[in-house]
């Protein structure tokens, strides 16, 4: 190895950012920028991937660089959690990119420049979310991820983009600054500290309104966890482009929220306090009541983006509960979840704009008998639905069997009970879209021939699906990094 | 030599805007008051590492011995402050060289700069000087000069705007100076320091608080204090854009200097708790303040006026951290002068570069100008976004520290409300936003192109210096801390 381990994780922020001025200068060539944009991913995956390979060796990887206050420092620091983060957002972006290529030709969209970009400084981001050693680093990079897709979400111009805009910015910037900010702030001030720490930053006589309040103030803050009231930006950020909703809005935006609960319940809590906080009780279930009324609303939704928006926001629900149930089988399952989930999720975005593409339809009920036409985006739609619903053989089984574990150790029936409904209702409104495809007559009677998705697109979009699969039997580096970040 | 920095400071541009009238020769004349203003800037360059270094330096004018003669006194404080106004007043004049020439008629030219220079000596003249008159002075000089900066434009409005500034600010200066003859009047002196040694023994009488309560409206006046702003937006909507982006940078904030030096140097903060619940009234006023103007702002068709209420806000923000009376909240205090300076400098700069190319400031005029003008438009959106606190720029620093002090302070439904009144700046900056990126342009408007680069290098100089401070905070953060342990010391 001819690179220090600290200077990896540098790169790995910086590599994404320094392909920007690439992708600009690039403006005039499509396939040389995109030629950058996937070589700066094919480097982050080496990146991640060396790390992974140190950190499973047991090397400890910390930077702290320049005190932005007194005693307050940027500071970087692997632990397993932020290292299955950045592996599954790694991967995801090479994946995208060559998604993207299809998507954003075949689309003809315009402002191609910007959008990789902005695509490149949100990864770059999100390599910062995952490996910040403090919730300082974390709120920097927090804040300059939900900044770095505003631009995607409006990507479009329209007035309907505008107001998702409006939303989307409002909705996460005034929690993150309302909530978050204040609760780091105040953590700051009562502990003296904010460092993730094993077992919690708080000293054991802090008074419990103080660490429950904070809870409360952190639970809400990071809005980009999407748990009700403060969902409504994800919805809203469905008018992006397809392969932003994929990656962003399926995997790393809201995955950085889940990842930032987890981390702020076992690093800054620590599992024994949350175990004793009385509101922590009250958010799972707030965090249940999502996982239902989501699942509800969606089936409700005959957009096809808007259904997997609302089937993520009850998603990203589960993981909350496992961060919240405070049991060693809780937290697995909720890590593990962000990595299942993402791949079932994007592969069903990728169907989604798949579909845009080559069929122009958006309605589920415009799709009865589009398999004919597109049997592999329909399979694939199908094998991500499964690992949505949490069916064997897909990889989103473990992360809700080991979420049901959490729950059952905890001895919290109700939760038990609402995840069982809740993967009733993903059954419900998620299979029979591929079903319909298949067995149904198609809705015009137009003659049928296979029209799918342009080559890149579809490449991506089975290489996720077969991820899923893959992920069923090959589950043990996955288990064994999450479980790390209990010991 | 550098024993005379204190005074030479003050002396060189006061000695050089007349000599601008001789010149008369326009662009040498603006090339001159650039090297004057750099001068001061390096003086006080020089000035503050002595200050940090050996601590407060004292300077007897003419050789007269301190209590009869007039005295300059450098400490911490005013030699942060000095920096601050002096790089501002450099940087932006380096883009008046180009931006004046859209604005103003050719013949104002040697006039502006002039006017411009005395505004800077008066500038630095309240903030050296250790003597309550001189001060008074010193406050007239730029007071004058900046009305003639405000009104020196083509736009007629301006006049009226000027007038209305003049009327308000002559009310203030008169409150000001009524304050220091009541005080001479009870201890026959004018040194600040003598004075801080003898009003103890008058506290108790009424002429000593009604020199107080004259001199704390007065200079409430001239700081924009809601409801005493009324004369701000206009004076900043209708001034030439580079007046603007000079007196937001500095006027306000060296008024705000003379505020915490007279509270603290002079009467000190017991007589302040004794006489006047100031520290209530300041709460009060400071919060009704940001968001009385934020929502102001959120209704201005013009983006000068849009981000002069904007000023008017940031300005209920530093005295807030005032009213917290602690060491903290007062570090807090300074550091948002600091930081706000840098924002408003780079916001108004990058706007007058919209002017000298469009020639307009109303923000249905800015529709499109995103893809025309992308570097300034850049510029005005990161100087937004320091205004809203985003972390990574000075705004959010000034955030966690007033926050951070309040907390201290247990006045935690305050700083909720100073967390809320920072969505209503995104509310204000995210319309700009929309109008720049997301609005189609109404009218073709091909000729447009970006900023010249004597305009984009100093935006951009104060952009980098938003983001830089941002990171490093060792200079403000350190700097104001000494200052505001000083005072509070002192006491």
Redesign the interface.
Known sequence: MWLAPETLLILTILVPLFAVPGIIAANRFPNRREGVTITASIILIYLVTTLYGLVQNGTSIAIKG?????GLH?SFEIEPLGMLFSLVAGFLWLVTTVYAIGYMRGHHEKNQTRFYSCFAIAISSVMGISYAGNL?TL??FY??LT?STY?LV?HS?TPK??EG??VY??VL??TS??FL??AI??T??TAGTVEFQKGGVFPPETAPIITGTLLVLYIFGIGKAAIMPFHRWLPAAMVAPTPVSALLHAVAVVKAGVFSVLKVCVYIFGLDLLRTLPSADFMLYLAAATVLLASIVAMRQDNLKARLAYSTVSQLGYITIGALLATNAGIVGGAMHIAMHAFGKITLFFCAGAIMVAAHKTEISDMRGLGKSMPITMIAFFIGSLSIIGLPPTGGTWGKWFIMTGAFDAGKWTIMIVLMLSSLLNIAYLLPIPLRAFFSKQAYGKPVQIKEAPLPSLLALSFTALGCIFLFFYTQPLYELASAILQ | MTAHFPILQVIIPLLAAPLCLFIRIPRIVGIFAILVSATAFLISCGLLQEVITGGTLSYQLGGWAAPWGIEYRIDKLNGYLLLLVSGVSTIVLVAAQTSISKELPENRHTFFYTAYLLCLTGLLGILATADAFNLFVFLEISALSSYTLIAIGTDRRALTASYQYLVMGTIGATFIIIGVGLMYMMTGTLNMYDLAERLPAVYESKTVLSAFGFFIVGVCLKLALFPLHLWLPNAYAYAPSITTAFLAATSTKVAVYVLIRYIFSIFGIEFVDMSLPLGDIFLFLGLTGIFVASVAAIYQLNIKRLFAYSSVAQIGYIILGLAIETELGLTATLLHLFNHALMKAAIFLAIGAVVYRIGSAQLSHYAGLGKKMPWTMAAIVAGGLSLIGVPLTVGFVSKWYLVVALLDKGWWPVAVLVLISSLIAVIYVWRVVEWIYLTPPRIITDEIKEAPMSQLIPIWILVLANIYFGVDTRLTVGVSKLAAQSLFGVN
């Open positions: 320049p005190a932005l206050f007194p940027l300082l709120f920097i804040e300059v900044l631009p409006t111009g983009a505008k805009g409006r910015l409002g910037l005034s600054v309302l900010l204040l702030v105040a700051w001030y």
